[in-house]
């Protein structure tokens, strides 16, 4: 199990790397933001179990993986938010362009 | 003063020529905006022949809000000093416009709105009740109380077309000017109006429920 936990801690490492870099060359991001704070949840939970978990029970969960998975959700809830937002700017320009098009040549017979 | 009746139509080509003829009678100009019809409505205004109908069609169908938007945009670029919106499937009386327009032609106000529910009339309860719906979350949202904030039958001054601006493309469009009336600080009155066929037009249970939730996304996000 040591063994596991050193090898899925390095690939998290690994992978907040990559997450770090990432974000160093586009800038904010919000799913980069939010995959770096999900990485940091599932290293803390693998590094510092013991000390997590008083942690964690001192502020009302009964375990790491409780705290993890309102992390998720909270993050789901978050990038649905902004999906929506995304979408809607999409959807703005393609009005714009249309609008656009259609002022610039009214239809005669 | 110049008015100028703006029609945003979908599909609607059993009953466009019929709203344009009588608008024509009321209002100086017609602004028909077709939002990407596949029933021939185009032709249907085409085939009108009246002289002062302008017509501008969207390549894809981008909904009511954004034919709206187009459809002030042309006529304020065609020099309206009211604007007149009416819907194109025959729920309003183009015989109405000049009631409609009265006050803004009086200086009364800035936006005059057609109410469905200012006078007795034969609307079904799922209309009613959904109606009530909307008015109560537009009053909380956007703080201006209205008796009927669905209505597509509006007019505009020029001053209040120019300072409206519309970002919804679809059915929140209604409350979205009315967002825009209270944040522009606009001068708004009611007038009285028929509903015609009601119980088989306009919006569902379905695009009620949708503007709703759309309304709230959009005032926080």
């Known amino acids: 199990m040591v063994v596991l936990e050193f090898l899925g801690g390095l690939v998290l490492i690994g992978f907040l790397a990559m997450l770090i870099n990432s974000l160093r060359k586009r800038g904010t991001d919000a799913y980069i933001i939010s ?10 939970i693998i590094i510092v179990p013991g000390s997590l978990e008083a942690s964690l ?18 993050a789901s809830f978050f990038l649905a938010i902004r999906s929506y937002i995304r979408l809607r700017e999409v959807e703005r320009n393609i009005t714009k362009a249309v609008q656009k098009a259609a002022l610039k040549s009214e239809v005669k017979k | 003063m110049k008015v100028i009746a703006v029609i945003p139509a979908y599909n609607e080509s059993k009953t466009i ?7 024509s009678k009321s209002a100086d100009s017609i602004v028909v905006v077709d ?15 009246i002289r002062n109908v302008h017509l501008y069609c969207h390549s894809i169908n981008r909904g009511v809000g954004a034919a709206t938007s187009t459809g002030i945009k042309a006529a304020l670029g065609l020099g309206a000093d009211i604007v007149v919106m009416l819907d194109s499937d025959g729920q309003h009386r183009p015989e109405d416009i000049p009631r409609i327009t009265g006050p803004i032609r009086k ?19 799922v209309k009613r009740i959904g109606n009530k719906s909307l008015n109560l979350i537009t009053k ?11 209505s597509g039958y509006k007019a505009f001054s020029r001053h209040a077309a120019s300072a409206i601006d519309i970002k919804v493309d679809r059915y929140g ?36 429920i949708e503007i709703a939730i759309d309304l709230v996304l959009r005032r926080f996000t």
């Open chain 1, 35 to 44: 995959l770096i704070i999900i990485d940091i949840a599932l290293l803390a």
């Open chain 1, 57 to 74: 029970t001192s502020i009302g969960f009964a375990r790491p993986f409780d705290a993890f998975i309102s992390i998720i959700a909270a």
């Open chain 2, 17 to 23: 020529a019929e709203v344009v003829k009588k608008a």
């Open chain 2, 35 to 49: 939002d990407g019809s596949f029933d021939g409505t185009k032709d249907s205004v085409l085939g009108l022949g």
């Open chain 2, 107 to 125: 200086g009364e106000a800035d936006v005059v709105i057609g109410s469905r529910f200012l006078r007795k009339a034969d609307i079904p309860m």
């Open chain 2, 140 to 150: 909380i949202l956007y703080g201006l109380r209205c008796t009927d904030t669905q």
């Open chain 2, 173 to 208: 469009v209604c409350s979205e000017i009315i967002g825009e009336i209270k944040k522009r600080k606009l001068r708004v009155m009611e007038v009285p109006i028929d509903a015609i066929n009601i119980e088989k037009k306009g919006t569902t249970v379905m695009d009620g």
